[in-house]
């Protein structure tokens, strides 16, 4: 999301975020409840890391069904 006034993120920045995701989602599919309970609160508040979340749910079940 571009906002007024300040400047985007260098691309590294912009895609750190995405890998956090899934290294939580990771963490917390194998039973870490403090990677669970940190993705739980940023998901219930950044509709776009709840989209890159579920994306990276389905494809690990994808990938399980294969």
Request: glycine share 4%.
């Amino acid at each position: 999301m571009i906002t007024p006034g300040v400047p985007p993120l260098p691309v590294e920045a912009a895609g750190s975020w995405r890998d956090r995701i899934v290294d939580l989602h990771v963490l917390a599919e194998n039973g870490d409840p403090d990677a669970a309970a940190t993705a739980r609160q940023w998901l219930d508040r950044d509709a776009e890391a709840r989209r890159v979340w579920d994306e990276v749910e389905q494809t690990c079940d994808r990938i399980r069904r294969t």
